[in-house]
């Protein structure tokens, strides 16, 4: 008898959700063979198995939260050696024979709502919004074979056919022994945020106590209080539903980022009529390159070139080292609108890439989000992010600032605005801007001088050229 238990899944990935069991007591496993589906913080992944045998036993259902080092399922081993010759004769028999299927993916064409209509927070309502089928297979269908590559990451529900791994980041591990990294998962600690004192900074145990005590007196000396809540049944009919991954990582991500970081909000509006006939104007040719020429795609460029400007918002503090991390590199992350939640890609090296290469990946990125094909590692690592609300409507919003980065911008819809100019009031498209930041990092004279840099950028996109 052999058990499996939960393997390691990722960094930082400690536990998981139990969405969907696979196997059952008496089934045939084959090695690599999909067992379990979990849903983590971002992600939910299909775990495959190690051992190959018979299924004795399960040990957990749809519900649990499993951690890494759990018995999932107990196996004995080589009890599927006598069904081998069963199955090869299968294989030798000639096929039945299969009905032909017929399916069409459409495309349906995104309504022009000013080029705001992509990334929203909010839920999606009526035409502003692209109505997307759902593509993953029929539950009963037959699973395609495993994999045998790395851990199997599947964003769709509905659907068992392992896709491709995510690539390795190509940031370098933080140099640690293997007992000090399940010291640091144990504690719940980051281990690449940890400063190593030994030579050549090799972390040590002594280092990542003495990190996770640090993190539990900055949380203790800023959290809240968790407020006990009333008896609501009391005054009526109630219904409990537990927190998804995404919405309670989520949940502890914001409350962290608004209790530790002090927000200042400033708001400004650009004038976009000039950009937006400009968007028009050249839209339908970013479409036949594969992307969407929204205000979106436009903003990641300008602020690309305003962190150039502005160094001090592409920087993160370490309050622990009191020291400031200054990025070389320019990672923008895009705010999302998910059936699961908020979800924030990122799109990389925007200060490289053109308006219409910028398109093209927000385009792609988005789907892969929408549609639970997109990685871990394409999530992280941003260094400024845009939420935009546009699509929606709205006049203007507070976004909070998305940890460790220290500013993001929110962008709410354009409209129609009498602007008095030269002796007369003229009818001007202006786009409202709210840009939050970490006072800690940023004052408000370089809050200002930063947020009308982007509205002079867009007002007068030449000085992307000049200046960015």
Known sequence: MADFTLPELGENITAGDVLRVLVKAGDTLEKDQPVVELETDKATIEVPSSVAGRVTAVSVKAGDTVKVGQTLLTVEEGAAAASKPAAKAAEQAPPPPQSAAVGANTAEKVPDDGGQEQHVEGPKHDAAVVARPFQG?????????????????????????????????????????????????????????????????????????????????????????????????????????PMRAVRRKTAEHLTAAWTTIPHVTQFDAADITALDEFRKKYAKRVEEAGGNLTVTSIAVKVIAAAMKVFPQFNASIDMAAGEIVFKKYVHIGIAVDTDRGLLVPVVRDADRKNITQLSVEIAQLSEKARTRKIALDEMQGGCFSISNLGGMGGTNFTPIVNAPEVAILGIARGRMEPVFKDGAFIPRMMLPLALSYDHRLIDGADGIRFLRWVVDALEQPFLLALQG
């Open 137 to 241: 297979r029929d539950r009963g269908a037959e699973s395609p074979a495993p994999q045998t590559s790395d851990k199997v990451v599947d964003f769709s529900r509905g659907a068992r056919q392992p896709v491709e791994a995510p690539p390795a980041p190509d940031t370098p591990q933080a140099p640690a022994a293997p007992s000090v990294r399940r010291m640091a998962r144990e504690l719940g600690v980051d281990i690449d945020q940890v400063a190593g004192t030994n030579p050549a900074g090799r972390i040590s145990v002594e280092d990542v106590k003495a990190h996770a005590k640090r993190l539990i007196e900055t949380r203790a000396a800023g959290a809240p209080a968790v407020t006990a809540l009333p008896d609501f049944s009391r005054w009526g009919d109630i219904e409990r539903q």
